[in-house]
C-alpha cells in the first residue's frame, strides 16, 4: 500500500477554471511538501506546511495542512495554461530519513 | 541559490554496458537520494544514503546498482550491466532540513 494517495490522478480543465487536488494519507506527519514537476525536469519545490490547519498562498495557489496532519489539499484559482503539470506531494517517512512521494496528479490546462 | 546538479543531461549506452550518473548536493546537506522516473510514470524511490551509508533501498535497487560519495561532494549511482528497462530519468536529491532539492535529472537510454 502507498503511503500517500493523490486524487485525482489526471485533471484537465480550461483556463480560467479554479480546481483542487487532494494528498491523503493515514500517517501523520511533520511536515509535508509540494512539487511540480514539467516534462523532462526536476521535481519543483512549491511549499511546505508544517502545523496542522495550516495555510500557505503562493499566487493563485492555496496549500492547506489538514489539521490532523495527515492530508493536504492544492487549490489553483484561475487556472493558467503555464499550470500545467505533475503536481506531487511528498512526506519524510515515519523511518525519518526516507522521502517519499505520492503518484502524483497531472494537470493539464488547455488554453 | 545552492542547487543540485547532474551529469549528463542525457546518456546513450548499449544493453549490458556499465553506466555511472553524478550527482553534486547541495553542500551542507546530509541526506542523498536517487528516483528513476520512466517516461509518463511516477517518481520511483531507489536508494537513499547517509552517514556514508545506504540507510534504505526500493525492490528497485538490486545487485546491478550501487551508490558513493567518493569525495565528500559527489554522489554517484553505477548501473553495473544495463538493461532496456532502465531506460528512465534518475534524479538526484538533497535534503538538509525537512525539504529536498532535485536535480534537473539525467535521461538513460539503453539500447
Known amino acids: 500500500t502507498q503511503l500517500l494517495e493523490q486524487s485525482p490522478q489526471f485533471l484537465s480543465i480550461q483556463e480560467g477554471e479554479n480546481l483542487t487536488v487532494y494528498c491523503n494519507s493515514s500517517?501523520?506527519?511533520?511536515?509535508l511538501q509540494w512539487y511540480r514537476q514539467e516534462p523532462g525536469e526536476g521535481p519543483v519545490l512549491l511549499v511546505t506546511?508544517?502545523?496542522?490547519?495550516e495555510v500557505k498562498k503562493l499566487k493563485r495557489l492555496t496549500f492547506q495542512f489538514g489539521d490532523a496532519r495527515k492530508d493536504s489539499s492544492l487549490h489553483i484559482t484561475a487556472a493558467q495554461p503555464g499550470d500545467t503539470g505533475l503536481y506531487l506531494c511528498a512526506v519524510i517517512n515515519n523511518y525519518g530519513q526516507n522521502f517519499v512521494f505520492g503518484p502524483g496528479t497531472r494537470l493539464s490546462v488547455l488554453p | 541559490e545552492p542547487e543540485v546538479t547532474q551529469t549528463p543531461s542525457h546518456q546513450v549506452t548499449q544493453m549490458g554496458q556499465e553506466v555511472i550518473l553524478r550527482c553534486v548536493p547541495i553542500?551542507?546537506?546530509?541526506?542523498f537520494y536517487w528516483y528513476r522516473q520512466i517516461l509518463g510514470q511516477k517518481v520511483e524511490f531507489l536508494v537513499s544514503?547517509?552517514?556514508?551509508?545506504?540507510?534504505?533501498k526500493s525492490e528497485i535497487f538490486d545487485d546491478q546498482f550501487s551508490v558513493e560519495r567518493p569525495d565528500g561532494s559527489n554522489f554517484t549511482l553505477k548501473i553495473r550491466s544495463t538493461k532496456l528497462e532502465d531506460s528512465a530519468m534518475y534524479f538526484c536529491a538533497s535534503r538538509g532540513g525537512p525539504e529536498a532539492f532535485f536535480g534537473q535529472g539525467t535521461r538513460l537510454t539503453v539500447v
Open positions: 500517517s501523520v506527519f511533520s511536515s
Open positions: 544514503f547517509y552517514n556514508n551509508e545506504i540507510s534504505e
Open positions: 553542500s551542507n546537506h546530509l541526506y
Open positions: 506546511v508544517v502545523t496542522g490547519g
